[in-house]
């Protein structure tokens, strides 16, 4: 089976200027030709299979949200070869529109003063929608979520996770061969992300559709991917599955510990006491990440325990968000 989306080498270039500091230098940078080149995404290759859903990550500024934009169709590539359901995006703008759904963040597609049911309606003229398909669908989201409350209440007046929700549908509606989420679930409670991500998990396996995920919540990845892709200044780290990225790092436990006192100033105190340690804390537990390749738990709790009395302890696996933080660190070796 051929892929749906394929990327071989792009590569995407930005010319940026060089600025100047104050009045004058603003001036000068009106007339000048110093600039620089910035290479937001360098030599990515990957094939994405029709129904999977692939966690796309990186930090801020890693090239995730251009790679996006060059898949949509609103960006060109500076080299490389991207094709999206057989199309090139950026010369078929009109017709890979047809095949894709998009939501950004909290950039809402909906009309904001008006009704659901009529942004809607509007979709489904914008993009020909038939009236059987599109009956199918509303049916379809009426098994899936509570969608009757919402249809009739101006976009407006909604809360943000209802926003939310009625986006996702939204970029379902017209049945794309792929739909890109970009943060779908920043800022929403937890009740709405679970929510949220039964709801694309099922339109998923319903409707076979290939979901690209950007998110930085690693819920949305253990929830929804079983395959994620890791960027890091525009070049891949990683394309794998998540097992197999932690199988990787199969060798590190986390070891959660509680100490009598302050646990921030705990927390300092063993970040200078033990600096060859990755201790972090939060507001119930001092977090430390064992490499049992190099040290064994219990040498690391005895190694606390003769200079401070540990008052409780548990001991988990490394988590997802831990493996990707190791991965932005120090790579995959």
Not at 109 to 137: G, R, T, V
Not at 305 to 312: F, L, M, V, Y
């Amino acid at each position: 089976m051929s892929a749906i989306i394929e990327i071989r080498n792009a590569v995407k270039e930005f010319k940026v200027l060089n600025r100047r500091e104050g009045l004058k230098g603003s001036l000068r940078d009106l007339f000048s030709r110093d600039y620089k080149i910035v290479r937001a995404v360098d030599n990515i290759s990957m094939s994405i299979e029709q129904g999977e859903i692939v966690g796309y990550l990186g930090p801020n500024g890693a090239g995730k949200s251009t790679t996006i934009k060059m898949m949509t169709g609103v960006l060109e590539p500076t080299s490389g070869e991207i094709l999206v359901s057989g199309n090139v995006p950026y010369k078929n703008r009109t017709r890979n529109a047809q095949e894709i759904g998009v939501v950004f963040g909290q950039r809402s597609q909906l009309w904001w003063a008006l009704p659901l049911i009529e942004s809607f309606k509007l979709l489904k003229d914008i993009y020909q929608i038939s009236d059987e398909n599109y009956d199918s669908m509303m049916k379809l989201y009426a098994s899936l979520v509570d969608i009757e409350p919402l249809l009739h209440k101006p976009v407006r007046q909604m809360s943000l996770g209802q926003r939310t929700l009625s986006d996702i549908l939204a970029a379902f509606l017209h049945d794309p061969k792929i739909v890109f989420l970009d943060e779908p679930t920043i800022g929403l409670d937890v009740s709405m992300k679970s929510k949220i991500r039964t709801l694309i998990h099922a339109l998923n396996k319903e409707k076979n559709t290939t979901v690209i995920l950007t998110t930085h919540d690693m819920g949305d990845v253990d929830a929804l991917c079983r395959r994620i892709v890791i960027i890091d200044n525009g070049k891949m780290l990683y394309d794998n599955d998540i097992e197999h990225l932690k199988n990787f790092f199969g060798s590190y436990r986390t070891l959660k510990i509680r100490i009598d006192g302050n646990i921030e100033k705990n927390a300092d105190m063993l970040r200078s006491e033990f600096s060859d340690l990755a201790i972090s804390n939060d507001e119930d537990w001092i977090s430390v990440l064992v490499d049992e390749s190099k040290s064994g738990v219990m040498d690391v709790l005895g190694m606390i325990q003769n200079k401070h009395p540990i008052r409780d302890m548990q001991l988990e696996e490394i988590s997802t968000e831990e493996v990707i933080k190791k991965i932005y660190e120090e790579g995959v070796k």
